[in-house]
């Protein structure tokens, strides 16, 4: 990094490298880094504490780095196919993080070729793909208006608490689209749950 000229004029190396030393040296378990994940996600704020440990810079430019070169040699694929800021360790975890959504932690030792946890890199594909993490993936056609996404979100929350008079008004809001109207009301959560099935569930 000296060679290609990546520190500061009159950087002490001895110094910066004790300092990437004790970094390496932290202890971390699978609950704590999911922890520290879930505050990348949360803007820097503890969400089980509620305490802001990071500032809102740190966080954006920590994911800008988790994002482009957080799993090694694999990143830039990781980044295309999987779209999630991302950090692995060569001890077999990764943390993920969906900004204002989730963060989360995996752990299983046996790497691939790249030095990433093997099972890990395959959760993250599977989740990202069920769930829709991708952060470049479009939910709605971008020439509907983005509302009607809310209103299918409203029609499960409505469903899944048995309030019909809700439920009612939100199935007129979302049939005023001609054409996708009715795949909107019969549509599924992430889960795949319509809002029938929640409705049936919750009693």
Do not use: W
Not at 36 to 65: F, H, K, M
Not at 103 to 117: I, V
Not at 163 to 168: D, E, G, H, Q, T
């Amino acid at each position: 990094m000296r060679a290609r000229n990546a520190f500061p004029d009159n950087t002490d190396i001895d110094q910066t490298l004790q300092f990437y030393f004790m970094c390496c040296s932290l202890e971390g378990d699978a609950d704590r880094m999911a922890i520290v994940a879930a505050t990348l996600a949360n803007n820097g704020v503890n969400p089980l504490t509620g305490d802001r440990v990071l500032s809102t810079v740190t966080v954006r430019e920590t994911l800008s780095i988790m994002n482009c070169c957080g799993m090694y040699d694999y990143s830039g694929e990781f980044a295309f196919k999987i779209g999630m800021p991302a950090k692995s360790g060569v001890g077999g975890a990764i943390i993920v993080v969906v900004p204002g959504v989730m963060g989360f932690c995996t752990y299983s030792p046996p790497l691939d070729s790249y030095g990433n946890s093997a099972r890990g890199v395959q959760f993250c594909k599977l989740i990202s793909h069920r769930l829709k993490l991708h952060q470049f993936n479009l939910e709605h056609d971008p020439l509907v208006s983005v509302h009607m996404k809310d209103h299918h979100f409203d029609l499960l929350d409505y469903a899944s608490k048995g309030n019909l008079l809700k439920v009612k008004d939100t199935v007129q809001l979302i049939m005023q689209d001609p054409v996708k109207g009715y795949d909107n009301v019969c549509k599924g959560d992430y889960d795949a749950r319509t809002a029938l099935h929640l409705a049936a569930s919750e009693g």
